[in-house]
């Protein structure tokens, strides 16, 4: 039978295979296991065993059969449910050939989810590069799960630290591009699914959203961009009319200082470096990726898969267990409304 999806396990997969993920999932459970949420690995249990052996990690490894068995063991070792790489793993080196394990990892804890046995899912890191070879069609992690998810899903990234939440609307894309693809549509969308998950997952029953403005001031009364004054802020208008608390288009140079952001729960950000600039320069190592939008929990950490410090034990753990932790905190938030 499966466990309820709310005291479930979650599910950590393992990303790039030839990055420091292995390393920093022995790391999270050997530093802070006391103050984390129980949750399992799918990998190869003797390559997780060998590699804790080499970097000295003192994590036991516990291979386990299913995933409702992951609680008991979590507190004895790292529960890992096996799954095979078509290739052994090198610490720095990418294989093709182990694509299409990455990708099934991530379908397979997709099914757990959905089959009650596990809460959430935490990724590692994955090299696209690799995975498009095995077939892979999709921009990143966050575009696959919604496909997984099924039709009419607006997965929406936001990255979050103690210090600041952000949402860069558009993500990957030219900076050039911004302009000509920033409707006023897409950023109410993206911003009522960020409300609503601020509401219903981390404890803001009143979310204050601040929009940053897409030019240098806000496009000063439209005299640097019209962007501001005809996209924008007919999004906040829109978002107002519905009874979110939005203020903008606000000049982005200073919406980041510790007094402006105790005015708001999420900045709503134009494009990537908008968002992300802040967040890592406030908080480097503590950052989480969360995928808002879903109807599963997913989160990761706020970093990549670091090939150039796989094998050499120097990667650091604290985006991870970051991430665990607000899964964690999500599946209890949202059990605890139910």
């Not at 103050?35 to 000295?56: I, K, N, V």
């Not at 290739?87 to 089959?115: C, M, T």
């Not at 900076?175 to 006023?184: G, R």
């Not at 549509?185 to 940053?212: H, Q």
């Amino acid at each position: 039978m499966p466990l309820d999806a709310a005291n479930a396990p979650l599910a950590l997969t393992p990303g790039e295979p030839a990055g420091t993920g292995a390393e920093i999932a022995l790391k999270a459970w050997a530093d802070a296991r006391s103050t984390l949420p129980p949750f399992f690995l799918l990998e190869e249990p003797e390559r997780m065993s060998r590699l804790a052996e080499s970097l000295g990690i003192g994590t036991p490894v516990i291979e386990i059969e299913t995933p409702n068995a992951a609680r008991e063991a979590f507190h004895e070792g790292l529960p890992v449910l096996p799954m095979a790489f078509a290739a052994p793993p090198e610490p720095g080196r990418l294989d093709p050939a182990n694509g299409p394990a990455v990708i099934g990892a991530i379908e397979r804890a997709v099914e757990l989810i959905r089959a009650g046995d596990a809460s959430g899912v935490v990724t590692l890191p994955i090299h696209k590069s690799v995975l498009y070879e095995a077939g892979f069609r999709h921009p990143g992690h966050t575009e696959f799960l919604a496909a997984l998810a099924g039709p009419d899903v607006t997965p929406v990234m936001m990255l979050a630290a103690p210090e600041l939440r952000v949402v860069p609307i558009t993500i990957h894309i030219p900076l050039k591009q911004v302009p000509e693809l920033l409707t006023t549509e897409m950023i109410v969308e993206k911003s009522r699914i960020t409300a609503e998950a601020l509401r219903r997952d981390f404890g803001c029953p009143r979310p204050r959203l601040a929009l940053a403005g897409l030019n240098p001031h806000a496009g000063e009364n439209a005299t640097i961009g019209t962007e501001d004054r005809d996209v924008v802020a007919p999004a906040v208008a829109a978002l107002r009319a519905e009874g979110i608390d939005a203020v903008g288009p606000l000049s982005a140079d200073t919406m980041f200082h510790a007094e402006a952001r105790a005015t708001y729960d999420a900045a709503i950000c134009m494009y990537h470096d908008q968002a992300l600039i802040p967040i890592k320069t406030v908080n480097f190592w503590g950052g989480v990726n969360v995928t808002l939008g879903l109807p599963f929990i997913r989160t990761s950490p706020d970093h990549g898969t670091a090939l150039e410090l796989a094998g050499t034990g120097k990667a650091h753990a604290s985006s991870l267990i970051a991430a665990l932790r607000m899964a964690g905190d999500m599946a209890a938030a949202r059990a605890g409304s139910s």
